[in-house]
């Protein structure tokens, strides 16, 4: 999972709207968005303003209004993450794991700090981690307990996560009718894994009544947000 995933509310809402909400007492009416990068520059480092910060990673990593630099990126999240701010600790955590970092104990220390703050990604990612043994000693009876967790404060990718330990029996007993709900669940959210999921256990009838029509409509959301699997399903199922 990649930062620009899953900060994509700041990246596709980068407007004039929604940073008034994050800062309020700004004035940022008609500033187009050099503008707005100068003013989270002065936010950031003047009054180590965390959602600046926070936010500033995001554009750097992604060349969201700046030219990409990871390197600036990983500072921005650093001092945000000082802050206790759950996105921010999350965050750097995920910068550190795409880096490969090989201090594993700093990774999962960040996930936990955030994770007890109800961070739905950051639950989500911890939980991945004691589900395969990574940083931490595998325990997939607490992956699962995390899943749940997340999956409780809406966060989709648990819910396909926690949807694909019930399709196996992984963790938990085998409940094909469980994994389908939790699919649907991402699925409604746009999760394109869920919407594809979801609609093999439909166009089979696992979990739930085989129902064709819906199959396809799923793969049909799927496939227009540019999924290649889906795609190629809408093909096969023509």
Same mark, same amino acid.
């Given at each position: 999972?990649?930062? *620009?995933?899953?900060?994509?509310?700041?990246?596709?809402?980068?407007?004039?709207? *929604? +940073?008034?909400?994050?800062?309020?007492? /700004? !004035?940022?009416?008609?500033?187009?968005? &050099?503008?707005?990068?100068?003013?989270?520059?002065?936010?950031?480092?003047?009054?180590?303003?965390?959602?600046?910060?926070?936010?500033? =990673?995001?554009?750097?990593? &992604?060349?969201?209004?700046?030219?990409? &630099?990871?390197? *600036?990126?990983?500072?921005?999240? /650093?001092?945000?993450? /000082?802050?206790?701010?759950?996105?921010?600790?999350?965050?750097?955590?995920?910068?550190?794991?795409?880096?490969?970092?090989?201090? %594993?104990?700093?990774?999962? /220390?960040?996930?936990?700090? &955030?994770?007890?703050?109800? !961070?739905?990604?950051?639950?989500?990612?911890?939980?991945?981690?004691?589900?395969?043994?990574?940083? +931490?000693?595998?325990?997939?009876?607490?992956? +699962?307990?995390?899943?749940?967790?997340?999956?409780?404060?809406?966060?989709?990718?648990?819910?396909?996560?926690?949807?694909?330990?019930?399709?196996? =029996?992984? #963790?938990?007993?085998?409940?094909?009718?469980?994994?389908?709900?939790?699919?649907?669940?991402?699925?409604?959210?746009?999760?394109? !894994?869920?919407?594809?999921?979801?609609?093999?256990?439909?166009?089979? #009838? %696992?979990?739930?009544?085989?129902?064709? %029509? %819906?199959?396809?409509?799923?793969?049909?959301?799927?496939?227009?947000?540019?999924?290649?699997?889906?795609?190629?399903?809408?093909?096969?199922?023509?």
């Amino acid at each position: 999972m990649n930062l *620009t995933e899953i900060n994509n509310d700041i990246i596709q809402h980068f407007d004039n709207e *929604t +940073v008034s909400d994050l800062f309020p007492n /700004e !004035d940022i009416a008609d500033k187009d968005n &050099s503008d707005i990068i100068a003013m989270l520059h002065r936010l950031a480092n003047e009054e180590q303003n965390a959602n600046a910060q926070n936010m500033l =990673g995001v554009c750097y990593i &992604s060349g969201m209004g700046v030219e990409i &630099s990871e390197e *600036t990126a990983l500072r921005f999240f /650093e001092n945000a993450a /000082e802050q206790n701010p759950p996105w921010a600790q999350r965050n750097l955590a995920i910068m550190l794991e795409n880096q490969g970092s090989s201090d %594993k104990n700093k990774i999962i /220390e960040l996930y936990e700090k &955030s994770a007890a703050q109800n !961070d739905g990604y950051a639950l989500n990612n911890l939980a991945a981690c004691y589900l395969t043994g990574d940083g +931490v000693k595998q325990n997939v009876k607490e992956a +699962v307990k995390l899943f749940d967790k997340a999956v409780k404060v809406g966060d989709d990718y648990a819910m396909v996560n926690l949807a694909d330990c019930y399709a196996v =029996g992984n #963790g938990v007993k085998r409940d094909d009718k469980k994994a389908y709900e939790l699919y649907e669940r991402a699925a409604k959210q746009k999760n394109q !894994d869920g919407l594809i999921n979801a609609a093999e256990c439909l166009f089979i #009838g %696992k979990g739930i009544k085989q129902d064709l %029509k %819906k199959a396809m409509e799923y793969f049909k959301i799927a496939a227009d947000m540019g999924n290649e699997t889906a795609q190629k399903r809408l093909e096969i199922g023509r």
